[in-house]
């Protein structure tokens, strides 16, 4: 079964979903693109070790202090969504890619569109950046949790907006 906490940011709140066997599972922020259902997030609880962990990391990275998470996460989803999902975790704080950027170091340069379908589907936002990733031309497109999040995301890692 699934439970949840909800934690607040500089982002608005964070819904943090935890899987049956205690591992991060999900993180969303309010009025989120393909944010689930809120019956499937369990019920609420506390005081979970992971909860804990991530709730820690967010912190120091929200103060600057964190440029990369080390978390155990749970990431549900078809073999080549988790594939797009560790692909971004391998993009440096900081730095962006772009979705044929992406697509190439998986080892489909052809396949933007699909990265970008996956990218959109991230179930633990923020954590596993997808915010680093851009249109080829360098603008900001499709990021859940709207562009201005995605801009100050951005913005934030470097440097220029720092909380």
């Known amino acids: 079964m699934r439970r949840h906490t909800v934690t607040d940011s500089p982002y608005g709140p964070l819904t943090l979903v935890a899987d049956a066997d205690g591992a991060l599972c999900g993180l969303y922020m309010a009025e989120q693109r393909h944010r689930p259902p809120e019956e499937s997030f369990g019920p609420p609880e506390d005081g979970l070790r992971c909860f804990a962990e991530a709730e820690e990391q967010l912190s120091a990275y929200f103060a600057g202090e964190l440029t990369e998470f080390t978390l155990e996460l749970a990431l549900y989803g078809t073999p080549f969504q988790r ?11 900081g730095e962006t890619r772009t979705y044929g950027e992406l697509a190439g170091a998986l080892g489909n340069p052809a396949a933007s569109r699909a990265v970008g379908l996956a990218n959109g589907r991230n179930p633990v936002g923020i954590i596993v950046p997808c915010h680093r990733v851009i249109g080829s031309d360098g603008s900001l497109t499709g990021y859940g949790g709207g562009l201005p999040r995605k801009r100050r995301l951005l913005d934030f890692e470097r440097g220029s907006a720092l909380f």
């Open 83 to 93: 594939l797009v999902w560790d692909g971004l975790t391998r993009i440096p704080y």
